[in-house]
């Protein structure tokens, strides 16, 4: 298991249509990983995972690029109960860290991200002071740690 921790996703420039000022971390792992001719079965990206009243819809980059690793995901959860979080509801594409492991590194990658389904808009506090730890909640960082921990765990077997 490999874990990549990396920034610079919030450094884009929405004045712009390039896409590409965004997630230049992620960018610049995937043209540049920490070993030559690295794989990976596939990549699962955290992402504003842990605040009250959370819903994971399913990301439409990862629907189309890595379909088999979101129903692992999304029917591991709803198996533990927490289909409440990871809703059977397709969301719309964004552009975030998992394009780029996918489209750059070739690995299939799930975003795993609370966002309004319809709108694809994220909580009122997101890019604002008031995301903070005030807006996590316990229960949501437990249901996602608990489903990631067991579709890992189920790698293993």
Request: with cysteine; glycine share 8%; hydrophobic share 30%.
């Amino acid at each position: 298991i490999d874990i990549l921790l990396d920034d610079l996703e919030d450094y884009g420039d929405e004045s712009r249509s390039d896409e590409n000022t965004w997630c230049l971390g992620t960018q610049y792992w995937s043209k540049n990983p920490h070993k030559p001719s690295y794989v990976a079965q596939y990549g699962i990206l955290l992402d504003m995972v842990g605040a009250k009243g959370a819903t994971f819809p399913r990301e439409g980059n990862s629907v189309e690029y890595a379909p088999y690793v979101v129903k692992k995901i999304w029917n591991k959860a709803a198996h533990l109960g927490y289909s409440n979080y990871f809703i059977f509801e397709d969301g719309t594409s964004i552009t975030d860290d998992n394009y780029y492991v996918i489209t750059g590194a070739n690995i299939p990658c799930v975003d795993i991200i609370n966002m309004n389904p319809q709108t694809g808009r994220f909580g009122s506090y997101h890019h604002t002071h008031r995301d903070n730890m005030d807006i996590i909640d316990k229960n949501t960082l437990k249901a996602v740690g608990q489903t990631i921990l067991e579709v890992v765990w189920e790698e293993q077997k």
